[in-house]
C-alpha cells in the first residue's frame, strides 16, 4: 500500500491555456477550466525527463508506457484566477482532413493555479530528483499549458515533510467543522466520495448582491464548479479514467475555501493540513 508522507506546493501560470476535452470536436475545442490530473502527471514527467514515446510491449502486444509509473502520485489543485475564457478561431490541419479547416477553441486568459503534488514512498528517488529540480526552476523538456503554444511558468513554493491524514468520515464530519468554525479545506475535492460542500469566500460573505460594478463582476467566480469527468489517467494514449470533482475560483489576494463537507455513507475522507487549520484533500 502506498504511503504519502510529503506534499509539493509550486504555482503555474501562462498567459493563455486549453486543457481540450477529449468529446469536443473542431466545432468548438472544449477545454476543462483546471488541468487535468493526467495533464499535470504530464508536467511532472517532462520536469524529470521521461520521453513521450518510452515503453515497453508486453506479451499481449499492448504498450506500458514509463509515465504510467507516475499514476500513484497525488494532486490537488486550484485556480487562482477569474476562469475567464475566449472563443478563438484558428486554421489547422486537424487531425487526418486533407484540407485546411477553421478551427474553433476556447482558451483560458491568464491562467493560474497552485498545484500541490504528493510522491508515494515507492516513488522516493523520482520525488527527490523532482523537489531538487523545482527548487532550482529547471526542467528536461519545455512545460506548457495544455498546448505547445502557450508555454508554462512554474515556481516553488514549499515542501511540507512528515505529514499525517486526518481522515474523515460519518462519525467525525460534523465534529470537525463545528468544534473548530475556522476549518478551511482548498483545492480539487473528490466528488464521488463527498454528499455536499459548503463553499466560503470573503467577497460573498460581505457583499452579497454589491451594487458596485465590479463586486457584482467579482461574485461571478465564487461558486463551487462541478466536472463530471474529469481525466486522472491515462492509458496507452488512448484509454481515460475519469471521476467526478468539485473546486471553485479565486483571485489571488481573495480567500475563498470549503467550510464544510458531507460525505457519503460509509465513506472516508482524507485530508492533510498543510498550514493552521488549513487542509487540502489529494486525488
Known sequence: MNNYKNIIEIDIWSSFGCFTKPFSNTGGLLTYLIPPKTSIIGMIAAILGYEFD?????????????????????VSIQALFDLKIKRVT??????????????????????????????PSELKDKEKIFLERVMANETVYNLYMGRNEF????????????????????SNENDFFEDKKDQKVYG???????????????????????????????????????IRD??????????????????YSMHQNDTAYFSKLSLNE?????LYEIGENEWISLI
Open 54 to 74: 518510452d515503453y515497453e510491449e508486453l506479451e499481449d502486444k499492448t504498450r506500458k508506457y514509463k509515465i504510467e509509473e507516475l499514476y500513484d502520485i497525488k
Open 90 to 119: 484558428f486554421n489547422s490541419h486537424y487531425g487526418n482532413e486533407p484540407h485546411m479547416l477553421n478551427v474553433h477553441e476556447d482558451v483560458l486568459i491568464n491562467p493560474f493555479y497552485k498545484v500541490y503534488l504528493s510522491f
Open 151 to 170: 508555454f508554462m511558468n512554474y515556481e516553488f513554493k514549499n515542501y511540507f515533510e512528515g505529514l499525517k491524514p486526518y481522515v474523515l468520515d460519518n
Open 188 to 226: 480539487t475535492l473528490d466528488k464521488t466520495k463527498i454528499n455536499n460542500v459548503k463553499l466560503f469566500s470573503k467577497i460573498t460573505e460581505t457583499t452579497i448582491f454589491g451594487t458596485l460594478k465590479q463586486d457584482i463582476k467579482k461574485l461571478a467566480s465564487y461558486y463551487e464548479y462541478i
Open 230 to 247: 474529469y481525466p486522472v489517467k491515462r492509458y496507452n494514449f488512448v484509454n481515460f479514467n475519469y471521476i467526478p470533482v468539485s473546486f
Open 266 to 270: 460509509n465513506e472516508k475522507f482524507e
